[in-house]
């Protein structure tokens, strides 16, 4: 049987953990703070690009547009006519118990338009555009080539940080109308094949359940995913460290936290969408 | 042949202390840069060569101290002055630091370009690039990417965009690192070459012996034991008359006594 700790002990192990959790609430609170700073510099650097003094290479912002947009198509399709199948499928199961089977398409539409086309959208793009932005800057990190840009007077905000996430911004809601429109294509497939519904039956549901509101939600929560995306990549990339396993740490690190982070957009938009009725 | 520097001042660097948190990296530095003159910063590794550097260059805030431009101290200038001195610089990092999606042209014409050279029009920054190029020996290589050529010619053309804004001081970080003899000897020419054509002041970190006896005109040595400068002078001046025996040691390429490695 083991003794009992003696008292200094005790007080030295009670010292320890207090110092580790005011160390951990130390490094998040400078970890705010690098948000905050990124953030203020990025709308510097917005406000710049407006007045028409950002500095930075119009080609390579073309050619993020392009990545994190058209490139992106495929993938985006594929997912949301999974994800449209898929709500057909569960719907279809529940509502012929009850025999309403017509309504799968009031769930599917709505599911897809509200919800699932914007998040599941955000969430493939975190996992490819905003790994890829935190990546590419995280190596730029290690070779030096952030460095390279502030010794010409360049701030990396305005040349890396600011295509990207006007970029993502913009793009993310136009992915968003190609995903509700597979998604309700998906919905459709399976409600058409194991249903009895014709297609007419099918689509006129789906034209009354839909309102303007529930794509304004939608385009609006794409929008800002877009934004957060885009944001969590070039941070993580921005801080990443010097070393081989720095660009791995930087792209988990901004995966996570955008898929996090979409979620809890997503959440917070129900909240005052439920408050304010939409 | 080594030209004669100016006796102007062109920068001074004031009761530096550098420090990562709480670790202090070196204190008490304190120098003088004849414009013209070629300056190494000299020590072992882990020193604190590539931090100071960084200080210099606008990169880095140091814990305390000045680094002063003419009668600006960088660190305490506002944004625009900082902008305006950071203009006047020309740096060859460790690394290269060439951007990766750019050809050898695109990564020289950058700087040109950013800093809204707009006297001149693309094709001109183009052709002034060319002749950049030309003049480090890499004609050849214009429209390669920096992973199509070897170590050496990466570190020409990074030299190369050092001089894109012909530059009034230089900074030079381990130019001749993980080069063979000859790439190294050839960068070593080439150095005072420029140093010739652009009248340019050039700041050097290294411990490459032959390259430090070779260009030095003056320069500092960092020890990292003690945490601060242990000799100052050119590099041969040293060798012939430093009574430190690490420094001794260091420039005959020799384990000092008593070296417990740790």
């Given at each position: 049987?083991?003794?009992?700790?003696?008292?200094?002990?005790?007080?030295?192990?009670?010292?320890?953990?207090?110092?580790?959790?005011?160390?951990?609430?130390?490094?998040?609170?400078?970890?705010?703070?690098?948000?905050?700073?990124?953030?203020?510099?990025?709308?510097?650097?917005?406000?710049?690009?407006?007045?028409?003094?950002?500095?930075?290479?119009?080609?390579?912002?073309w050619?993020?547009?392009?990545?994190?947009?058209?490139?992106?198509?495929?993938?985006?399709?594929?997912?949301?006519?999974?994800?449209?199948?898929?709500?057909?499928?569960?719907?279809?199961?529940?509502?012929?118990?009850?025999?309403?089977?017509?309504?799968?398409?009031?769930?599917?539409?709505?599911?897809?338009?509200?919800?699932?086309?914007?998040?599941?959208?955000?969430?493939?793009?975190?996992?490819?555009?905003?790994?890829?932005?935190?990546?590419?800057?995280?190596?730029?990190?290690?070779?030096?080539?952030?460095?390279?840009?502030?010794?010409?007077?360049?701030?990396?905000?305005?040349?890396?940080?600011?295509?990207?996430?006007?970029?993502?911004?913009?793009?993310?809601?136009?992915?968003?109308?190609f995903?509700?429109?597979?998604?309700?294509?998906?919905?459709?497939?399976?409600?058409?094949?194991?249903?009895?519904?014709?297609?007419?039956?099918?689509?006129?549901?789906?034209?009354?359940?839909?309102?303007?509101?529930?794509?304004?939600?939608?385009?609006?929560?794409?929008?800002?995913?877009?934004?957060?995306?885009?944001?969590?990549?070039?941070?993580?990339?921005?801080?990443?460290?010097?070393?081989a396993?720095?660009?791995?740490?930087?792209?988990?690190?901004?995966?996570?936290?955008?898929?996090?982070?979409?979620?809890?957009?997503?959440?917070?938009?129900?909240?005052?969408?439920?408050?304010?009725?939409? | 042949?080594?030209?004669?520097?100016?006796?102007?001042?062109a920068?001074?660097v004031?009761?530096?202390?550098?420090?990562?948190?709480?670790?202090?990296?070196?204190?008490?530095?304190?120098?003088?840069?004849?414009?013209?003159?070629?300056?190494?910063?000299?020590?072992?590794?882990?020193?604190?060569?590539?931090?100071?550097?960084?200080?210099?260059?606008?990169?880095?805030?140091?814990?305390?101290?000045?680094?002063?431009?003419?009668?600006?101290?960088?660190?305490?200038?506002?944004?625009d002055?900082?902008?305006?001195?950071?203009?006047?610089?020309?740096?060859?990092?460790?690394?290269?630091?060439?951007?990766?999606?750019?050809?050898l042209?695109?990564?020289?014409?950058?700087?040109?370009?950013?800093?809204?050279?707009?006297?001149?029009?693309?094709?001109?920054?183009?052709?002034?690039?060319?002749?950049?190029?030309?003049?480090?020996?890499?004609?050849?290589?214009?429209?390669?990417?920096?992973?199509?050529?070897?170590?050496?010619m990466?570190?020409?053309?990074?030299?190369?965009?050092?001089?894109?804004?012909?530059?009034?001081?230089?900074?030079?970080?381990?130019?001749s690192?993980?080069?063979?003899?000859?790439?190294?000897?050839?960068?070593?020419?080439?150095?005072?070459?420029?140093?010739?054509?652009?009248?340019?002041?050039?700041?050097?970190?290294?411990?490459?012996?032959?390259?430090?006896?070779?260009?030095?005109?003056?320069?500092?040595?960092?020890?990292?034991?003690?945490?601060?400068?242990?000799?100052?002078?050119?590099?041969?001046?040293?060798?012939e008359?430093?009574?430190?025996?690490?420094?001794?040691?260091?420039?005959?390429?020799?384990?000092?006594?008593?070296?417990?490695?740790?």
């Amino acid at each position: 049987m083991s003794e009992r700790p003696p008292a200094l002990h005790r007080h030295r192990e009670r010292i320890l953990a207090l110092a580790a959790v005011g160390k951990d609430a130390l490094s998040r609170f400078a970890a705010v703070k690098e948000v905050a700073t990124l953030l203020g510099e990025l709308i510097l650097a917005t406000i710049a690009l407006v007045r028409g003094r950002a500095r930075f290479d119009r080609a390579d912002t073309w050619a993020v547009v392009q990545a994190s947009g058209a490139s992106a198509l495929g993938v985006v399709a594929l997912v949301n006519l999974l994800v449209g199948s898929i709500l057909a499928f569960v719907g279809a199961i529940q509502l012929q118990k009850f025999g309403a089977e017509m309504f799968v398409a009031d769930l599917v539409s709505i599911a897809t338009v509200r919800e699932m086309a914007a998040v599941i959208t955000a969430v493939v793009l975190s996992g490819r555009t905003g790994a890829a932005f935190a990546a590419r800057i995280a190596t730029m990190q290690g070779n030096e080539e952030i460095d390279a840009l502030k010794t010409m007077g360049v701030s990396p905000v305005e040349y890396l940080v600011l295509p990207r996430v006007l970029a993502l911004t913009l793009m993310t809601p136009l992915l968003y109308v190609f995903a509700c429109g597979v998604g309700l294509i998906g919905g459709w497939l399976v409600a058409v094949g194991t249903l009895d519904l014709s297609n007419a039956l099918y689509w006129d549901r789906t034209a009354d359940a839909l309102a303007g509101r529930h794509f304004v939600l939608g385009a609006l929560k794409s929008f800002c995913f877009g934004a957060l995306v885009a944001f969590a990549g070039c941070y993580y990339g921005l801080r990443a460290g010097r070393n081989a396993a720095a660009v791995g740490e930087a792209t988990t690190s901004a995966v996570v936290s955008g898929i996090v982070g979409v979620i809890v957009i997503d959440a917070v938009f129900a909240l005052c969408a439920f408050a304010l009725d939409v | 042949m080594i030209a004669t520097p100016s006796t102007e001042i062109a920068v001074e660097v004031k009761d530096l202390r550098m420090a990562y948190g709480k670790k202090l990296i070196q204190e008490n530095i304190g120098f003088k840069v004849k414009r013209g003159s070629i300056f190494i910063i000299m020590g072992g590794s882990g020193c604190g060569k590539s931090t100071l550097l960084k200080h210099m260059i606008g990169l880095l805030p140091p814990a305390d101290g000045q680094v002063l431009y003419g009668e600006t101290d960088y660190w305490a200038a506002e944004m625009d002055a900082q902008d305006a001195i950071r203009r006047r610089f020309g740096v060859l990092f460790q690394g290269s630091a060439l951007f990766s999606t750019l050809t050898l042209s695109e990564n020289v014409t950058m700087p040109m370009q950013l800093n809204g050279d707009a006297k001149r029009s693309k094709a001109e920054h183009r052709d002034r690039a060319e002749e950049l190029l030309g003049l480090v020996g890499l004609s050849h290589a214009v429209d390669l990417l920096p992973n199509e050529i070897s170590g050496g010619m990466k570190k020409r053309a990074a030299l190369a965009r050092a001089l894109a804004l012909d530059p009034e001081f230089l900074f030079l970080d381990e130019p001749s690192a993980g080069l063979d003899p000859i790439s190294s000897r050839k960068l070593d020419e080439l150095i005072l070459e420029l140093r010739e054509r652009t009248k340019a002041t050039v700041m050097v970190v290294t411990h490459e012996l032959p390259s430090l006896f070779a260009i030095g005109d003056d320069g500092i040595f960092l020890d990292a034991k003690s945490k601060q400068p242990i000799a100052r002078g050119a590099p041969k001046a040293l060798l012939e008359s430093c009574e430190d025996p690490f420094v001794q040691a260091f420039l005959k390429r020799e384990v000092p006594e008593g070296d417990t490695d740790e």
